[in-house]
């Protein structure tokens, strides 16, 4: 079983449309991210969300926003997709409370905006 | 807020040597240092973490060291194999504010093991 899966793999989509990508954890975690790693490969922290308390990133976008159905998932939402916004997109999970912050990355997304 | 820089961006090692990476940070010591392996096309592994009370923490053939004085990282792979070529990510957690609470990383360093 994957441990934390994203759905999907791969998003091409053209400039000004509006996307989801969705992420699920099966670790029993309270905390979920997502991350962004850009074509340098810097990976970046853009949201985490423990207990319906979402903290963002200040250098996020407002066309980026997190929704949370349950524990379990953790989805993103990208309003108006700019050519910059391609990247891969990692959603993580962890289990706050242990002070480890041992952190489990799903497979990415790979998104690219044409 | 805490910037991390890893040694090198890609580091060459022959096979049965022992490879060493390393990660500085800027600011405050963190209370513990994480180390990730990534493969391409995949989401990063988690490897080790070493408190800031710890000297040196090892796994198998890893081993990692703390120094707060050289707010420093150093990573071994001792014996290295083919196999353990992939790029290393040191990340550690920054609470200096402003941004969410998760986990910073370095860029990360691409080490390739020859035959």
């Known amino acids: 079983d994957t441990a934390v899966s994203q759905t999907p793999k791969y998003l091409v989509t053209q400039m000004g449309n509006d996307k989801s990508i969705k992420c699920e954890q099966n670790l029993g975690h309270d905390t979920m991210y997502w991350y962004k790693q850009d074509s340098k490969k810097f990976l970046k922290i853009m949201f985490s969300?423990?207990?319906?308390?979402?903290?963002i990133n200040e250098t996020v976008p407002n066309r980026f926003s997190p929704k949370s159905p349950d524990k379990a998932h953790l989805n993103l939402h990208i309003n108006s997709l700019e050519l910059g916004d391609s990247a891969v997109y990692f959603c993580?999970?962890?289990?706050?409370?242990?002070?480890?912050?041992?952190?489990?990355f799903g497979q990415g997304t790979r998104l690219t905006v044409v | 807020s805490q910037k991390i820089e890893q040694n090198s961006e890609a580091l060459n090692i022959q096979e049965g040597k022992t490879a060493t990476l390393t990660c500085n940070y800027t600011n405050y010591s963190p209370a513990y240092l994480q180390w990730y392996r990534q493969d391409p096309g995949r989401g990063p592994v988690f490897l080790l973490l070493i408190r800031e009370n710890e000297k040196e923490k090892r796994k198998e053939r890893l081993k990692v060291t703390f120094d707060t004085t050289l707010k420093q990282s150093l990573f071994h792979i001792t014996a290295s194999q083919p196999a353990d070529s992939a790029t290393y990510l040191c990340?550690?957690?920054?609470?200096?504010?402003?941004?969410?609470?998760?986990?910073?990383f370095g860029k990360g360093t691409h080490l390739i093991i020859q035959p």
């Open positions: 969300y423990n207990n319906k308390e979402l903290i």
């Open positions: 990340a550690l957690r920054d609470i200096s504010g402003g941004g969410a609470d998760g986990l910073t």
């Open positions: 993580a999970s962890s289990q706050s409370g242990t002070g480890v912050f041992e952190a489990f």
